[in-house]
């Protein structure tokens, strides 16, 4: 695990489709709807998740740290990818840095912007793939339930 | 919430006694012994927890990470105290961050130095009680376990 490199052979639109699937069934279930994945070294996913703040009324669980307590525990994360369908806020940035995943792959940065450029100053690889859906799925989510938006930010209602 | 002050009528010392009795909780269940607990603008505590990497083979469920879920949903944390009994990690930092909590108390820094300079850079009131019982329990955990801390920590045993 020491040295394993990123491995880039599949397109991060294929690795993003499973935090959008995330997502998606988020969204269906009342919930915020932003998804993430972990892929190991070898390109294989561990785990994915998504945001369970109204499904089990838990603010700790973004989809990030969903992904990231999906893929059990381990060792080391050098090599491993993140994929996540936003930005990452302070929080999941936090444990991106503190457990050294090598690269994060992102939907969006358009509806927030969290602490991927922070990340990249780490030596963290940022993908910012701008991908229209991710946009569209959170433009959507925060225009219908603001309040909800807010508080899984920790920030007043503007 | 908007404007409520952090309440300072409890000596920190007594703050940490909470956290400290969670470590010793997670120490007796063959757990990382790290414990944490929030405090609301009032005084009264939110919620509180330990790390659950071990009892429940979570790698997400860091310290304060188990104070800020048992805490509940809220809409803000402006004035609230997040105790703890080792320094924050990256991933917890950038929780504290992220939700706006206004004041960190650490038990200790010695075994370990996570985020909380960088905390105070961004406007957190950082209290380090620098307490003998968190560092020990710290530097003996770490003398016993070290596969399993430095796993938590997301770092190579050294």
Chains 1, 2 share one sequence.
Do not use: K
């Amino acid at each position: 695990m020491a040295d394993a490199p990123v491995n880039r052979t599949a397109d991060p639109a294929d690795l993003l489709a499973v935090a959008v699937a995330e997502a998606r069934a988020g969204l269906a279930e009342g919930g915020v709807p932003i998804g993430a994945a972990l892929f190991g070294p070898d390109g294989r996913l561990w785990g994915s998740g998504r945001n369970r703040r109204v499904q089990d009324d838990d603010a700790s669980t973004h989809a990030e740290t969903a992904a990231f307590r999906a893929a059990g525990r381990r060792a080391g994360y050098r090599g491993t990818t993140m994929v996540t369908t936003l930005s990452p806020c302070w929080y999941c940035s936090g444990l991106v840095r503190q457990f050294g995943i090598s690269r994060v792959v992102i939907g969006e940065a358009r509806t927030f912007s969290g602490g991927h450029d922070w990340l990249a100053e780490h030596g963290v690889e940022i993908v910012l793939v701008d991908d229209a859906e991710c946009a569209e799925l959170m433009t959507a989510f925060v225009a219908a339930r603001p309040e909800l938006w807010f508080e899984d930010i920790g920030q007043e209602p503007r």
